[in-house]
C-alpha cells in the first residue's frame, strides 16, 4: 500500500528530522511509492511521465506553446471531446486504430475494421471478414484473405499476397513471386513481376513468363491458354497460345518467337517481318496469313508446319497457288514428315474452271486413312459437315455458330451458343454477351456469365461454379455443390448452401444467409436481417447484428450477447459496442434483464423469488400486477407464502 506525505513531529520550535525532507524527495523522485492528493491547479513545465493510473475528474487541461487544450467528457455519454483554446483543429495522434468486433490490433500504426481481423504488420491494414495483414504496409480485404508481403495487398475471397509488392484479387488465388499479380479464380503468381489472370493456371518456374491467362478447371486440373515469356534484358523471349490442353507441363517451354497448340485462325491480314519464322505444332491449321513485309512476293518468310498437320484448300493470295500449284517469290511452305497440303486447283473465273464436288480431309491424306470431315456434292446441292452422307441441304453433325438461322425444323443435338454465348460443354447453352458454358449441361444466360458442370449462371458476373450450383443477379458466386447465390455481391460457398439479398455470405454446408451483410458458418443454420452472424450448428440468428454461437440457438432482436449454451433462446436488445438481452432461455431457467408486466393471469406451480426494493415503482427484478391477484384451490396445503427472512424459516404466510 503507498505512503502518505506526514506532518507528524514538525511543529514550532522542534527539531526537523532527516526523513521529513527526505519523505519528499523519495515520493517526487519515484524511490518510493506515495499517494499525493493535490487540491487546486498543477502548473507542468517540461515532460511529464505516468506509470500506472491518471485518475482526472473533471476536465483535462494542457497548455504548450500559448495554446490550450481540454480534454473533457460529454455528459450523459461515453464521449470525450477535445477542443482548443483558440478555436483551432484538434487531433489526436495514436499508434494503431481498432474499430471491428473480436479483432486485434497488434503492429504499430496499424488499422483493423471488420470481424474477427488481424492487423499484425507496422501500418497494415486489415478489413472485412477474418482478414489477415501481417506484412509492414500490408493490406488486406474481404473476407480469410492474407497479406503477409511487405506492401502487399490481398482482397476477395481466401487470397494470399506473400511476396514483397504482390497483388491478389478474387477466390482463391495466390501472389507469391516478388511484385507479382493474380487475378481471378484459383490463380497462382509465382514468379517476380508476373501477372497472372484468369482461373487455375499452371506455374511455371525459370524462364520467368511475365504474362499467364489460366484456363484450368480445379487444382488437380490446372492449364494456361496464353503465356508471354521475356521481358528488359532476357535472353528468352517467347509467347505461347495453348487451346489442345496437352502441354499444360510445368517443366515444358516452348520455342522462341510464337508457338501454337491447336488450331489458330487469323481473321484479316496478319504480316511478319522478314526473317521470321510461324512455328505451327502437330494439330495446328492456319488461313489468312499473308508472310513478308518487304516487297510483294519477296522476302524470307517461312511457315513452318511440324509433323501431320495440314493447309486445307486455302488460297494464300501472297503465295498464288495456282492450278499449276506453285509459289511465287521467295516465300515457302516446309510441311514437316508425314503432312499433306491438299492443295485442290482452284477453280475460278481466272481459268476458266468450275468444281461439282469438294471434298475437305484431315492430315495426312484422304489415301492414307484420315478422315473426310466435310463435303460439298454439287450433284445434290448438299452440305455435309462432320458427315459424308448430308440428308438436307446443311447437315451438321455438331455445334454450329450463327447470327441467325431461319428454319422451320431445327434438332439441335450438343451446345447451342446465342448473341455473344460460348457454348463449351456438352449439351450446354450459353446465351447472352460474354456468356461462358463451361461444364456438361451448363446453362448461361446474360452479361459475363459462367457456369461449371450441371450448373446455372444468369444475370450480370455472376458464376457458377460447380456441379448443380445456381448463380443469379449481380456479382454473385455459387461456390459448391448444389449452392445457390442470388441477389447482389452474394456468395454461397458450401454445399447445398443459399445466400441472396447484398453482401451476405453462406459458408456452412446447407446454411441460408440473406439481407444485408449477414453470414452464415454453422452448417445448416440460417442468418437474416443486417449483418447477423451464425456459428453453431443449426443456429439462427435475425435482426440487427445478433450472433448465434452454438448449435441449436434462436437468437433475435439487436447486438445481443453471446452465450456457450445449446438450444438457447435469446432476445437481444443492446446497441452498437454495449452488446444486452432482453430475455435469455437455456435449459431450464429463463433470465429476463428489466421488469415483466403481467396483464391478466399468472400461474406459478412452484416458488417465486422477488428481489426486493426500497422504492417504489420498482424499475428492474419485479413482477408488477396490473388486477388481481387470485389464489385458488383448497386444503390445508393451499397456501400464499412470502419469504422476508425474519421468520424463523424465511417464510411467512399470508
Known amino acids: 500500500m503507498a505512503k502518505l506525505l506526514s506532518k507528524n513531529g514538525i511543529n514550532t520550535n522542534q527539531s526537523i528530522e532527516a526523513w521529513h525532507i527526505t519523505q519528499s524527495i523519495d515520493a517526487f523522485r ?3 511509492d506515495y499517494d499525493i492528493n493535490i487540491s487546486g491547479s498543477l502548473t507542468v513545465t517540461g515532460s511529464t511521465l505516468i506509470s500506472g493510473s491518471l485518475t482526472v475528474t473533471g476536465s483535462l487541461n494542457i497548455h504548450s506553446n500559448g495554446v490550450g487544450l481540454s480534454l473533457s467528457p460529454t455528459p450523459g455519454s461515453s464521449v470525450l ?10 487531433k489526436i495522434e495514436v499508434d494503431g486504430i481498432n474499430t471491428g468486433q473480436n479483432s486485434i490490433v497488434d503492429g504499430k500504426f496499424a488499422s483493423v475494421f471488420g470481424s474477427g481481423s488481424r492487423a499484425l504488420g507496422t501500418s497494415s491494414i486489415a478489413e472485412g471478414i477474418r482478414t489477415l495483414a501481417s506484412g509492414i504496409a500490408a493490406h488486406s480485404m474481404g473476407v480469410n484473405t492474407t497479406a503477409s508481403g511487405f506492401a502487399s495487398i490481398s482482397t476477395g475471397v481466401e487470397t494470399d499476397s506473400t511476396g514483397t509488392g504482390s497483388f491478389t484479387a478474387g477466390s482463391g488465388s495466390q501472389a507469391v513471386g516478388y511484385a507479382s499479380t493474380a487475378l481471378g479464380i484459383g490463380a497462382w503468381a509465382s514468379a517476380s513481376g508476373q501477372v497472372v489472370i484468369g482461373h487455375y493456371n499452371a506455374p511455371f518456374g525459370s524462364p520467368t513468363s511475365l504474362f499467364v491467362v489460366g484456363g484450368g478447371n480445379s487444382n488437380d486440373n490446372r492449364g494456361n491458354i496464353i503465356e508471354v515469356y521475356g521481358g528488359s534484358g ?3 523471349k517467347a509467347i505461347r497460345l495453348d487451346v489442345s490442353g496437352q502441354f499444360n507441363d510445368p517443366g515444358y517451354f516452348p520455342d522462341p518467337g510464337l508457338s501454337i497448340y491447336g488450331s489458330a485462325s487469323f481473321y484479316g491480314t496478319v504480316r511478319a517481318a522478314l526473317g521470321t519464322k510461324f512455328l505451327f505444332n502437330s ?3 492456319i488461313q489468312g496469313l499473308i508472310p513478308g513485309a518487304g516487297t510483294p512476293f519477296t522476302g524470307d518468310t517461312f511457315i513452318k508446319y511440324d509433323n501431320d498437320n495440314t493447309v486445307l484448300g486455302k488460297r494464300f493470295a501472297t503465295f498464288g497457288f495456282d492450278n499449276n500449284a506453285g509459289t511465287k517469290g521467295a516465300n515457302n511452305f516446309i510441311p514437316g514428315s508425314g503432312s499433306y497440303i491438299l492443295a485442290t486447283t482452284y477453280f475460278d473465273a481466272l481459268y476458266g474452271n468450275h468444281i461439282q464436288d469438294l471434298e475437305i480431309w484431315s492430315s495426312p491424306s484422304p489415301y492414307t486413312g484420315s478422315t473426310q470431315f466435310a463435303i460439298i456434292q454439287g450433284s445434290t446441292k448438299r452440305m455435309g459437315i462432320l458427315t459424308n452422307t448430308p440428308s438436307s441441304s446443311l447437315h451438321v453433325s455438331g455445334g454450329i455458330t450463327s447470327i441467325s438461322i431461319t428454319s422451320s425444323d431445327i434438332t439441335i443435338y450438343n451446345r447451342i451458343s446465342h448473341g455473344g454465348g460460348d457454348a463449351q460443354g456438352s449439351f450446354s447453352i450459353a446465351s447472352g454477351q460474354s456468356t461462358s458454358a463451361v461444364g456438361v449441361y451448363s446453362h448461361t444466360e446474360g452479361y459475363n456469365t459462367l457456369a461449371q458442370l450441371y450448373a446455372h449462371a444468369e444475370g450480370g458476373n455472376t458464376t457458377a461454379n460447380t456441379y448443380f450450383a445456381h448463380s443469379e443477379g449481380e456479382n454473385t458466386l455459387a461456390n459448391s455443390v448444389g449452392s445457390h447465390a442470388e441477389g447482389g455481391s452474394t456468395i454461397a460457398n458450401a454445399p447445398y448452401a ?15 444467409a440473406e439481407g444485408f451483410g449477414t453470414f452464415t458458418s454453422g452448417a445448416f443454420s440460417h442468418a437474416e436481417g443486417y449483418g447477423s ?3 453453431g450448428l443449426a443456429s439462427h440468428a435475425g435482426g440487427l447484428n445478433t450472433i448465434a454461437t452454438e448449435p441449436y440457438q434462436f437468437v433475435i432482436g439487436q447486438y445481443n450477447i453471446t452465450s456457450s449454451g445449446n438450444s438457447a433462446f435469446i432476445i437481444g436488445n443492446g446497441e452498437n459496442n454495449s452488446r444486452s438481452n432482453l430475455l435469455f432461455a437455456s435449459g431450464s431457467e429463463v433470465q429476463i434483464t428489466g421488469s415483466l408486466n403481467v ?3 399468472l400461474n406459478i406451480n412452484s416458488i417465486l423469488t422477488l428481489t426486493p426494493h426500497t422504492s417504489w415503482p420498482p424499475s428492474t427484478g419485479s413482477i408488477i400486477l396490473s388486477g388481481s391477484l387470485a389464489i385458488s384451490g383448497s386444503g390445508a396445503a393451499m397456501k400464499l407464502m412470502l419469504y422476508n427472512g425474519t421468520e424463523p424459516d424465511g417464510w411467512v404466510e399470508v
Open 30 to 32: 519515484g524511490l518510493d
Open 81 to 90: 471531446k477535445l477542443s482548443s483554446s483558440d478555436g483551432s483543429n484538434t
Open 234 to 236: 532476357s535472353a528468352f
Open 283 to 285: 494439330g495446328s491449321s
Open 498 to 512: 443459399h445466400s441472396e439479398g447484398s453482401a451476405s455470405m453462406a459458408q456452412g454446408t446447407g446454411s441460408h
Open 533 to 535: 452472424y451464425t456459428i
Open 599 to 601: 396483464t391478466g393471469s
